[in-house]
């Protein structure tokens, strides 16, 4: 690369050269014009710069050769915006002594304006012979259309690469930070989090009101939640959902109506003020991920919390009806727009609201993934009255397949819920 040109002009350069389609398109503009040299030049406010040329005589233009813009014919194609066609250099007054004559032996010559397709000037495409020519300007004009129109597009076409390369890349480098941050978000809550469940533990075997130890086994039990869900965050910065949330499947209804429980619990805690009206309706076993069924409905009440009228009770639902498991939570306030309801399950999404600046934009997002994992659906109906965010999986569907389920499993989930 030559450093003393300017940063785009050499991209450009560098475009031209690189090209495979670019020299068939010269040969053929030879082989219409029947004239023995040909290139496209890239200009500049002050340059003139030769770049993949084509010939059949000996005319020992170089490729790469950069000349002040005011010394070329060309800069009257600048100017203009108009073909140039010199039929005799030698015997024309105004060029007898040009350079191109004098220097190369150049006898005639033309030049047309080379565009991409948003009207950018580029440059020109040059033509030159050792012979005198007698052109016929519109014959010439006319033939060479095409090719004109083949260079312009694939200039174009090459820029609009450039530009989205460049787009991709500022993404990746953006994404990059981003799970670089939520990694070391993940791993600094850790500590604090590993801290307060063994405070809480000592606190625990300490003679305290009954009502203090209770609060003390939330805060511990709140706490393996909290490691869950930064268990997640660091899935996020893995890319591991990107595969999809693994799932630790497991059969056992009293587990989940305790997972479920806690949370609702967890949530009361959090916030003593707010009215909880929950309806829980599990009355049979089925294969899911207690633990992930929880984070989906801490994450949902958390968004009702924050979004919903405080004088008005949420409502909660856990239940099977019509073999689906449901899981609903609704919350009066302002209704959510449908442009906005298609974006509430992306990620890093958030409303422009004083009462998303803290968060991510992940809770949602994280839902609907765990609500695939299960193969089931979510979805909010929002109305001026109200608004429902409703997870369903079909029990059927699950039951039909054929699931293994370890004794390692459920133990593990045993001693979890039996430290509560």
């Known amino acids: 690369m030559d450093n ?80 140039v066609f010199i039929d005799d250099l030698e015997n024309n007054p105004d060029f007898s002594n040009h350079s191109l004559v004098v220097d190369y032996g150049c006898k005639s010559y033309a030049a047309l304006p080379l565009y991409k397709n948003n009207e950018t000037f580029f440059g020109t495409l040059v033509l030159m012979d050792i012979s005198p020519k007698t052109f016929n300007r519109y014959k010439m004009k006319t033939a060479l259309q095409k090719s004109i129109f083949q260079i312009s597009s694939y200039l174009e076409m090459k820029d609009t690469i450039y530009q989205l390369n460049r787009e991709l890349s500022e993404e990746r480098r953006l994404a990059e930070l981003r799970d670089t941050f939520i990694a070391i978000l993940g791993h600094d809550l850790r500590n604090p989090v590993a801290t307060t469940r063994m405070i809480s533990d000592i606190l625990i075997h300490q003679k305290l009101p009954e009502a203090a130890t209770n609060q003390l086994k939330l805060i511990k039990s709140s706490s393996y939640r909290m490691q869950e869900l930064i268990d997640t965050i660091l899935d996020l910065a893995k890319g591991h959902i990107a595969d ?10 009293n587990h989940l109506i305790n997972s479920l429980s806690q949370v609702i619990s967890e949530a009361k805690a959090i916030d003593p003020s707010r009215t909880f009206k929950t309806t829980i309706e599990i009355d049979k076993s089925f294969p899911c991920d207690v633990d992930r069924l929880g984070q989906l409905l801490s994450n949902l009440l958390s968004n009702a919390i924050k979004h919903g009228n405080r004088k008005d009770p949420i ?70 009255i109200q608004t429902t965010f409703s997870f369903k999986m079909s029990i059927k569907k699950l039951l039909s397949k054929s699931y293994s389920f370890t004794k390692t499993n459920t133990n593990i989930l045993e001693k979890k819920m039996a430290k509560v």
């Not at 999809?244 to 209804?253: A, D, F, M, Q, T």
């Open 4 to 83: 003393t040109l300017d940063f785009y002009i050499q991209k450009d350069l560098d475009t031209i050269n690189d090209s495979k389609l670019l020299p068939q398109i010269l040969d053929e503009v030879l082989e219409i014009t029947q004239m023995g040299f040909v290139c496209i030049a890239r200009m500049s406010e002050t340059q003139w710069i030769t770049s993949l040329i084509k010939k059949n005589i000996e005319l020992n233009i170089p490729k790469g050769l950069c000349l002040p813009l005011s010394q070329t014919i060309c800069s009257e194609v600048k100017l203009s915006r108009k073909p």
């Open 244 to 253: 999809g949330i693994r799932l630790n499947l497991v059969r056992n209804k």
């Open 315 to 384: 409502l909660i639902y856990t239940g099977i009806k019509f073999n689906s498991f449901i899981i609903s939570v609704t919350n009066t306030g302002p209704r959510i727009s449908e442009n906005v309801s298609k974006n509430l399950f992306k990620p890093y999404y958030k409303e422009n609201s004083i009462k998303n600046a803290q968060g991510l934009g992940l809770g949602l997002y994280i839902v609907s993934e765990i609500a695939k994992a299960h193969q089931g659906t979510v979805e909010v109906n929002s109305n001026d």
